[in-house]
C-alpha cells in the first residue's frame, strides 16, 4: 500500500512539473512572438538562419518526399488494385490527399524539430554557458530580440517552405512510379490527384506549418537560453531540444486538425 501510494505521489509531482514547464515555455512563447514580428523588417537578423534551417534540411526533405511518394505508390496500388476494377484510378487523388493533408506538413515539422531543434538548444546554451548572453544584457541589449526572435521567425518561414518541398518531390515521384507501369500520363496523373482535393482542406493543412515552426522555434530557445549546467548542459539542452520539439509538433499537429476540422463544421 505504501509502494502504491508513492507510486501515484510520484506521478502527481511529474505532472505539476510537466506542466510547470508548459506554463514557462508559454510564457516565453508570449515574448518570443513579438520579438519575431519585431525581428521581420531587419532582414540582415533572420536572412542567415532561415537560409541554414532549408540548406540543413535540403537534403532530409528531398529523401523523405521521394520514400514517401514511392512507398506510398508501393503500399496502396496492390491494395487498390484488389478493391475493384478501376480503383487504381484513384491512387493519386490517396498519394495527394495523404501527403498535402498530413505527410508533407509533419514531416516538414519533425525535420526542423530534429535538426534545428538540436542546434537551436545547443548555440543558445553554449551562448549562456560562455556568458555571452549576460554580456549582451550588460550592454544593454534584448537577448530576446537579439537572439531569440530572428531563430524563431526563421523557423517560422522554412517550415512551409521545406512543406512544399516534401510535398512536391513526393507527387512528382509518386508520378515517377506510376509511369513504370505505363499506365499512366502526367495529365492523367494530375487531373485524378486533384480530382477530390479543395482549396479549403490544403490550405489549413498548408498553414499548420506556421505553428510548427514557431513550436520548434520557441522551444528549442527555451531550453538553450534555460541551460545551466556547464558544458555537460550544451550536449543534453541538443538532446532535450529534440525530444521536446518533435513531441510538441505531434501534439500541435493533434490540436490543429481537430480545431480545423470543428471550425469547418461550424462555418
Not at 556568458?131 to 530576446?144: F, K, R
Not at 512536391?168 to 515521384?173: E, I, K, W, Y
Not at 543534453?236 to 518533435?246: E, I, K
Amino acid at each position: 500500500m505504501t509502494i502504491l501510494f508513492a507510486e501515484v505521489i510520484t506521478h502527481v509531482w511529474n505532472a505539476v512539473l510537466l506542466l510547470e514547464w508548459l506554463g514557462r515555455v508559454t510564457a516565453f512563447a508570449l515574448r518570443a512572438g513579438p520579438a519575431a514580428l519585431a525581428a521581420l523588417p531587419r532582414i540582415g537578423l533572420w536572412v542567415r538562419p532561415v537560409y541554414a534551417v532549408l540548406i540543413g534540411g535540403l537534403p532530409l526533405g528531398i529523401v523523405t518526399g521521394l520514400a514517401l511518394g514511392v512507398v506510398i505508390w508501393m503500399h496502396t496500388r496492390d491494395v487498390l488494385a484488389r478493391t475493384g476494377t478501376g480503383a487504381v484510378e484513384y491512387l493519386p487523388t490517396f498519394l495527394a490527399a495523404a501527403v498535402l493533408l498530413e505527410l508533407a506538413p509533419v514531416g516538414a515539422g519533425l525535420i526542423v524539430a530534429a535538426r534545428t531543434g538540436a542546434s537551436l538548444g545547443a548555440e543558445l546554451a553554449a551562448m549562456r554557458v560562455s556568458e555571452q548572453i549576460d554580456a549582451l544584457q550588460l550592454l544593454g541589449v534584448s537577448p530576446m530580440g537579439r537572439l531569440v526572435g530572428p531563430r524563431v521567425l526563421a523557423c517560422v518561414l522554412a517550415v512551409p517552405l521545406l512543406h512544399v518541398l516534401i510535398a512536391a518531390t513526393a507527387l512528382g515521384s509518386g508520378f515517377l512510379a506510376e509511369t513504370v507501369t505505363g499506365s499512366t500520363s502526367y495529365l492523367k496523373y494530375n487531373t485524378a490527384a486533384l480530382r477530390e482535393l479543395v482549396l479549403e482542406d490544403v490550405i489549413p493543412a498548408a498553414l499548420k506549418t506556421l505553428a510548427f515552426g514557431l513550436v520548434v522555434g520557441v522551444t528549442g530557445c527555451f531550453i538553450g537560453m534555460n541551460s545551466r549546467e556547464g558544458s555537460e548542459g550544451v550536449g543534453r539542452a541538443a538532446t532535450d531540444s529534440v525530444v521536446a520539439c518533435s513531441l510538441l509538433v505531434l501534439a500541435a499537429d493533434v490540436l490543429l486538425v481537430v480545431l480545423i476540422k470543428a471550425l469547418q463544421q461550424v462555418l
